[in-house]
């Protein structure tokens, strides 16, 4: 299992297309590894989805995220917790990895521009 969290600051962010970073963490056995950090490409739509399935993701946690990209995720085979509270990268994995972890698999954001302020709606805020 490899796990992705896209990264705002030190906590998991509100929104997946505009994160400046994304986390990593390989889980072996049911433990977590060290955690990696990477910039992703610029954001254009599907770019981002594409990149996690080349880095061998097979789980994305995030706050918001629009259909599009959720249905890319999932078509390459990454299932998408969506929805998830700001937490540290190392709290979403152990609630991931418990069953604790809440979110919804699928879209939470009603409408799509590349700002909030132009009618962008997350429910992940």
């Known amino acids: 299992m490899k796990i992705a969290m896209p990264i705002d ?25 060290v955690i990696a950090m990477l910039a992703p490409p610029p954001h254009e739509p599907g770019v981002i989805p594409r990149w996690l399935h080349e880095q061998g993701v097979t789980h994305l946690i995030c706050g918001g995220i629009g259909a599009r990209a959720v249905e890319i995720l999932t078509a390459s085979g990454i299932n998408v917790i969506a929805g998830v509270q700001p937490m540290e990268p190392s709290e979403a994995v152990k609630a991931l990895l418990s069953g604790r972890l809440k979110g919804v698999a699928g879209s ?11 009618g962008h709606s997350c429910g992940g805020h």
Request: proline share 6%; glycine share 20%.
């Open 108 to 118: 939470t954001c009603a409408g799509h521009s590349h700002g909030h302020e132009h």
């Open 9 to 33: 600051g030190q906590m998991t962010a509100g929104h997946f297309g505009h994160a400046p970073k994304f986390a990593f963490v390989d889980v072996k056995d049911g433990q977590p590894g």
